[in-house]
């Protein structure tokens, strides 16, 4: 196994909305499904393994990860995820394939086993719970405690909690010695991602997962007719339900008990794969945002640098031009959500998660240079010959050196406000700007990322504590805004800061001086963030400079009047 193999991501397009999924590799598909809350990155190490010699493929439950949620009524159940399943499957083209399922996803793939034996060449269930009866209601409630945001980002130390426990005890609320699991306590950057997959899946964080329990597998193990293996390590809780299941099984399923030892898990579980791969297969690859209708849609583009994730908003049949949407940077599109849909009322609006931020790649050589290449392929990928760009104060320094990198395939610039000019506060911005945010065993670094970004709407610059740094303006500082970000920055904790440290290099003063079009400047002369706004202006060949709109409607209606 070797951590250069490229794991690349994709949605598909469902009835209920977009599901997506990693993959890696070429060869005859396999399918991997996750537990809950998992998502499908805790198997990044296992489509690394299989990429020599499969197209593998990890898909995200509905509802986890970055797959929509299943209508919450009626409730979704284990066969609602399984015909999910079968409908991912369609929409990648992949006819029929060995199946891999663990704990809560175990049951999804017993139950698509059964609903489609024709798909599954081998259906191997890791960890199948088999409690006799199941709990009850109000175990299961319980056990799934809801989701709640809160606007002090209290949220992410009681998930982190949470947990730590479910490592702990079984169940995670029982805190007697009787409770306590056998196993290895994981470190702070297992945790670290466990935890993600967790605020990802939000209030959804219980939807497969309860199904599950709901779900008695033992009176339906006979009825499988497909290929399938029950196997589980000796360190799984779950190892003991091997001998729960019927020995009459039929003969095409079998029972394998494992070591503890993950090199050899893995191994076998290749092995099983390999003995039940089809024909070599070319992945069919569907376009998310090819998808008509003016609402968002999430897709990636394949550059020579890596893959960026973007949202898609606005109509697809216009002659309008399009815009490209840069947030502040540390930031994801997912602070720009609402100014992203404003702006598309009459024009595509591709918003782009810059790299090294959420699900976009980071590049291996983060300056300037790097970032306008990745953008400009981007543009290619996406067939843009010329577009409108509208960048966000730090992302800003980007968008000026790719407009005046390819004056020929920007037609108009706005800046949401930019950084400072002077190279003395550039240097002591960028010591300080992007502390690190390395996960830490108590869960703090979540709490101060969350901090950082909402200190971001009310200081200047973020870590000020006098009070000529209050920025007298109306703050975003919505608990759901606050937390998507949160967990979009935390995804790659050593590359969060990589676009605004690479923007704060940018000598701004002579890009302004050097650049040929016209640019609107948004400013508020009450923010000390935007109070060299004015002469930056006058160094500008033709730059209107406009106070700013307080909505996202008002200020989306000014760009779309000045791009025309």
Not at 393 to 416: C, K, Q
Not at 534 to 548: E, T, Y
């Amino acid at each position: 196994m070797t951590n250069s193999v490229p794991v690349r991501g994709g949605f598909a397009n469902l009835g209920h909305g977009q599901v997506h999924f990693r993959y890696a590799g070429h060869g005859p598909p396999v399918v991997l499904l996750h537990d809950s809350p998992r998502s499908s990155a805790m198997h990044r190490p296992m489509l690394q393994a299989l990429a020599g010699e499969f197209t593998a493929i990890a898909v995200d439950t509905p509802g986890y990860g970055l797959s929509a949620p299943l209508p919450s009524t009626p409730r979704p159940e284990i066969e609602d995820f399984a015909r999910a399943l079968a409908e991912t499957l369609t929409a990648l083209g992949i006819v029929r394939c060995p199946v891999y399922g663990f704990h809560t996803s175990s049951k999804i793939n017993l139950q698509f086993a059964i609903d489609h034996p024709d798909r599954v060449s081998l259906a191997i269930l890791d960890g199948l719970n088999l409690p006799p009866g199941g709990p009850s209601e109000e175990f299961i409630t319980r056990y799934m405690k809801p989701f709640q945001l809160s606007t002090d980002g209290s949220h992410l130390a009681v998930a982190w909690a949470k947990a730590r426990d479910l490592f702990r005890f079984f169940p995670w609320f029982d805190t007697n010695p009787q409770a306590r699991l056998p196993i290895d306590f994981p470190d702070e950057k297992f945790l670290h991602g466990y935890v993600l997959d967790m605020l990802m899946s939000g209030e959804h964080y219980s939807s497969a997962y309860a199904a599950a329990m709901r779900y008695l597998a033992l009176p339906r193990v006979r009825k499988v007719a497909a290929r399938t293996v029950f196997l589980c390590r000796q360190n799984d809780p779950l190892y003991v339900y091997l001998d729960a299941l019927p020995p009459d099984l039929p003969a095409h399923c079998s029972i394998e008990r494992l070591g503890p030892d993950t090199d050899a898990w893995r191994a076998r579980i290749i092995e099983l794969l390999r003995s039940a791969a089809g024909a070599a297969h070319d992945l069919r690859l569907p376009d998310p945002l090819a998808r008509a209708g003016e609402r968002e849609t999430r897709g990636y583009v394949t550059t020579p640098l890596g893959q960026l994730h973007l949202r898609r908003y606005g109509p697809r049949d216009t002659t309008a031009r399009p815009c490209l949407l840069l947030p502040e940077q540390p930031g994801s599109t997912a602070l720009t959500r609402s100014l992203a849909a404003a702006l598309a009322a009459d024009r595509p609006v591709y918003a782009v998660d810059l790299p090294g931020i959420g699900e976009s790649d980071p590049l291996a050589a983060p300056d300037a240079d790097g970032f306008v290449e990745v953008l400009l392929a981007a543009l290619d990928a996406l067939g843009l010959a010329s577009v409108d760009v509208i960048a966000q104060f730090t992302a800003g320094p980007l968008a000026l050196r790719l407009a005046l990198r390819a004056s020929n395939r920007v037609h108009a610039l706005a800046l949401d406000g930019l950084p400072p000019a002077g190279a003395a506060e550039r240097r002591m911005l960028w010591k300080k700007y992007c502390p690190s945010i390395a996960p830490r065993w108590d869960g703090a670094h979540l709490l101060a990322l969350w901090h950082r970004l909402r200190d971001q709407e009310l200081s200047w610059p973020w870590f000020e504590r006098a009070a000529r740094g209050i920025r007298r303006r109306p703050a975003d500082l919505g608990a759901e805004r606050l937390h998507e970000a949160t967990t979009d920055l935390a995804k790659q904790p050593e590359h969060y800061g990589d676009a605004a440290l690479a923007a704060l290099e940018v000598d701004v003063k002579a890009a302004m001086q050097a650049l040929p079009h016209s640019v609107l400047l948004l400013e508020d002369p009450a923010d000390p963030r935007d109070a060299q706004l004015a002469k930056l202006a006058r160094v500008s060949r033709s730059c209107r400079l406009l106070q700013r709109p307080a909505g996202a409607e008002e200020q989306a209606a000014a760009v779309r009047a000045f791009f025309g």
